[in-house]
């Protein structure tokens, strides 16, 4: 079972940043992929942003492109997210997620571990 931790949400203003932290303590990756999805009251789960592990390839929803980026530290088993210029549509809760094998893929389905989430808000 992996466990993943998430960090960092909040309140900020619009056009200010946040940086969530995502780590799977204990777990070395070597095929592994890694996403952020987020979902707010009333919609579904919507994918933000995924990072292939060993390569570093990244894939971003065109509504983040140019704002957000997605990282990860080998050393530290943390995956994170730098959001930039946030707009209040961008309120919601956060929630990492890992497959172990295969590449990054916008597909919630595809992938086995979840964090419990973590809420950022955006105030207009």
């Known amino acids: 079972q992996v466990q993943l931790v998430e960090s960092g949400g909040g309140l900020v203003q619009a056009g200010g940043s946040l940086r969530l932290s995502c780590a799977a303590p204990g777990r070395t990756f070597s095929s592994a992929a890694m996403a952020w999805f987020r979902q707010a009251p009333g919609k579904e789960r919507e994918f933000v942003a995924a990072?292939?592990?060993?390569?570093?390839?990244?894939v971003f929803a065109d509504s983040v492109k140019g704002r957000f980026t997605i990282s990860r530290d080998g050393a530290k088993r943390t995956m994170y997210l730098q959001m930039n210029s946030l707009k209040p549509e961008d309120t919601a809760a956060y929630y990492c997620?890992?497959?172990?094998?295969?590449?990054?893929?916008?597909?919630?389905?595809?992938?086995?571990?979840w964090g419990r989430g973590t809420q950022v808000t955006v105030s207009s």
């Open positions: 997620a890992l497959r172990e094998f295969g590449f990054a893929t916008t597909i919630p389905d595809r992938y086995v571990y």
């Open positions: 990072i292939n592990w060993s390569s570093g390839s990244t």
